[in-house]
């Protein structure tokens, strides 16, 4: 199911993405923030290079209960490449990124840390019916992923994780259209301590078929299969997902989807369960200068809680931007997740159910000078709450940047 030096909108995460994203299109990159937005039709060359330097204030640096705060000084040069073509398109973008600590975050610590990020997608229009896309993330960091797609806030040490997913779109008569999606993500753990618990492999795969019902309105039916094992612990699970939907486009501006189904889950320890499943997603331009888009799902999910096999999750998320002149333009991301442990998800005595909620709210603003040169203002506050012990933590980060871009 499923960075940067501010954890936030650049969606750089270690976690695999769940049945609800998979039923959707193959995502292809961070929503915002930092790293580049991989889109060949915004530039005329097949290249750009791209430096920003920050200066952070962060108040819960290490993300434990008891905080230390910290300034950070922070570099990350970036190189995009794409490759346009009529049918298809190929991009790929590299970021490096060196943050200084004013004061080191350990006793005895290094006062230097770096992340690294690679992205890469390629889309192909096969003809007027038949599509094809597929993208990788490849990400070196010690963030934890609050503001991914979905998954587990687990913050302890540096990680390396790799999420590629795909996805086969074809619209085989004028009412009739199939989605196939497959995504694969690992996550190793450079520490051997967190190594045993978290490294993990996950596998979703799903299939959908539309059928058009009125010229606005479509409904759906599918199903998803996700799969996630740890490499040295014995948990994990299986989880077959089926699912009924419907789509509207209530206006041209306008568009709501929905899914409800079931999830049977055969749990990696001992012992099956069900669990309901929604998805409700909805997308609205308003205007030329603003968008507004949002997700709600219930579905089972990984947790980084190695006495589980996995928990029951709500999700909500929303992003909001609005242009508000040429130059200057503004964003608001949110999410929040509610997640439950309990029954026989859990395959130890040493804990009893419990619940959890992580939440995250990123908002800024950024001004163009020129095509050149840009500067940044933002505003991260997150956190998780907890019923285990020595779990929550609540951590807020101020930071101002400015970004040179050839």
Avoid: C
């Avoid at 058009?212 to 989880?239: C, E, F, M, Q």
């Avoid at 501006?253 to 320890?269: K, M, P, Q």
């Avoid at 997700?295 to 589980?308: G, I, K, L, N, R």
Wanted: glycine share 8%; charged share 15%; net charge negative.
């Amino acid at each position: 199911m499923s960075m940067p030096g501010t954890i936030g909108p650049s969606d750089i995460g270690n976690s695999a993405s769940t049945p609800s994203m998979l039923a959707l299109p193959a995502s292809t990159g961070p929503a915002s923030g930092s790293a580049p937005i991989i889109d060949a039709s915004n530039y005329r060359k097949f290249y750009t290079i791209t430096a920003e330097l920050r200066e952070t204030y962060d108040t819960n640096v290490n993300t434990t209960p008891h905080a230390q705060s910290a300034y950070e000084s922070s570099i990350s040069p970036s190189l995009l490449v794409d490759f346009p073509r009529e049918n298809w398109e190929l991009s790929a973008s590299y970021t490096f990124g060196l943050i200084e600590y004013l004061e080191s975050k350990s006793a005895g610590g290094d006062n230097l840390e770096y992340y690294n990020q690679f992205l890469a997608q390629y889309r192909h229009d096969i003809s007027e019916r038949f599509s094809v896309n597929a993208s990788d993330a490849l990400n070196d960091s010690t963030e934890p992923n609050v503001f991914g797609s979905t998954g587990t806030p687990y913050r302890n040490g540096e990680n390396i994780s790799n999420s590629f997913t795909s996805g086969l779109s074809g619209q085989w008569t004028p009412i009739f259209g199939t989605q196939t999606t497959y995504a694969n993500t690992l996550v190793r753990y450079l520490n051997t301590l967190y190594s045993q618990t978290q490294d993990s492999d996950e596998n979703t795969a799903s299939k959908t078929f539309s059928f058009s019902v009125l010229p606005k309105i479509s409904a759906s039916v599918g199903g998803i299969i996700d799969n996630i094992t740890y490499d040295h612990v014995p948990r994990g699970y299986t989880s077959y997902t089926g699912f009924l939907g419907s789509q509207w486009q209530i206006l041209p501006s306008v568009t709501i989807s929905a899914r409800g189904g079931g999830t049977y889950t055969t749990l990696n320890d001992a012992g099956d369960t069900l669990a309901p499943y929604a998805d409700i997603s909805g997308s609205w331009q308003i205007g030329e200068r603003s968008s507004l888009t949002f997700d709600y799902s219930h579905e089972v999910t990984p947790t980084d809680q190695f006495y589980a096999d996995g928990q029951e999750s709500d999700r909500l998320s929303a992003n909001f931007s609005y242009n508000i002149t040429t130059r200057l333009t503004t964003h608001l991301q949110a999410i929040y997740s509610y997640n439950v442990v309990s029954g026989t998800f859990i395959t130890s005595s040493i804990i009893s159910s419990y619940n959890e909620s992580d939440y995250g709210l990123d908002t800024g603003m950024s001004y163009n000078f020129d095509k050149f040169f840009s500067t940044n203002l933002d505003i991260s506050v997150t956190g998780v709450s907890s019923q285990i012990a020595d779990r929550d933590y609540a951590r807020d980060q101020f930071s101002v940047g400015v970004r040179g871009t050839y």
